[in-house]
């Protein structure tokens, strides 16, 4: 059964303060993972797709990174409307697969001024 | 429009009503999927539509939950009997235009949050 754990839960930061969100999977041939932001009472909004191990990509001050077991969201100098729930995905690339996305629960970030 | 519209944004019904949420997705988009999320969890997978045909409804919790893409572009997603248990976002998400390059990004509408009480 495909499978994402996100750690940790919620991260509270001062802004300029840098960290990183793990996000690790079990998945039966990855066709993809993708990272979404989602602020309250809105729909996800997509990030960023990765395809394969090694594989970088950025935006602004999020860097998305992947190997085999696991991808990180590293965000450098957190500025306070950087503050949203990240959500962490995986489609699986197995012959007659579904499309569908298998969700992990989210880290909550917080960042103060 | 440009995104993913869905109504209404908000719905509550009585236990044992029937309900019908709509989603209209990216114009020229070729699938379409329904995710329920409950408070502080990530989206679940329901069901999800290659233009009109269903390929996928193992996410769907029991026979009360019935979706429907009947022209290929919007779809309703309908409970029947609804249970508070049922209480949660709905979110619709869209993906694989048409014409152009085969990205398979999902792109969410802002969801219909539904309150049986």
């Known amino acids: 059964e495909d499978q994402v754990t996100q750690s940790p839960e919620a991260l509270r930061l001062q802004e300029g303060e840098s960290s990183s969100l793990n996000c690790s999977y079990t998945?039966?041939?990855?066709?993809?993972l993708f990272w979404y932001r989602q602020d309250p009472g809105k729909g996800p909004e997509f990030l960023f797709t990765?395809?394969?191990a090694g594989e970088e990509k950025e935006k602004e001050r999020l860097k998305a990174t992947l190997t085999k077991k696991e991808s990180f969201l590293h965000i450098t100098a957190p500025k306070p409307e950087d503050s949203a729930t990240y959500l962490c995905?995986?489609?699986?690339?197995?012959?007659?697969?579904?499309?569908?996305?298998?969700f992990g629960k989210g880290t909550k970030l917080t960042v103060n001024p | 429009g440009a995104g993913v519209s869905q109504s209404p944004r908000y719905k509550v019904a009585k236990r044992g009503q029937d309900v019908a949420l709509r989603c209209d997705p990216i114009?020229?988009?070729?699938?379409l999927f329904w995710y329920q999320q409950a408070l502080g969890q990530g989206p679940e997978f329901l069901t999800y539509?290659?233009?009109?045909?269903?390929?996928?409804k193992s996410g769907l919790p029991s026979d009360r939950f019935f979706a429907e893409r009947p022209e290929g572009s919007v779809s309703t997603l309908k409970i029947q009997r609804t249970q508070q248990e049922d209480s949660a976002v709905y979110l619709c998400?869209?993906?694989?235009?048409?014409?152009?390059?085969?990205?398979?990004?999902?792109?969410f509408g802002p969801g219909t949050r539904l309150t049986v009480l």
């Open positions: 539509f290659q233009n009109e045909a269903q390929l996928d």
């Open positions: 990765l395809y394969s």
């Open positions: 998400a869209s993906s694989f235009p048409r014409f152009g390059p085969p990205y398979n990004e999902q792109f």
């Open positions: 114009s020229g988009h070729v699938s």
């Open positions: 995905a995986v489609q699986a690339g197995y012959k007659g697969g579904s499309e569908k996305l298998v």
């Open positions: 998945v039966s041939g990855l066709r993809g």
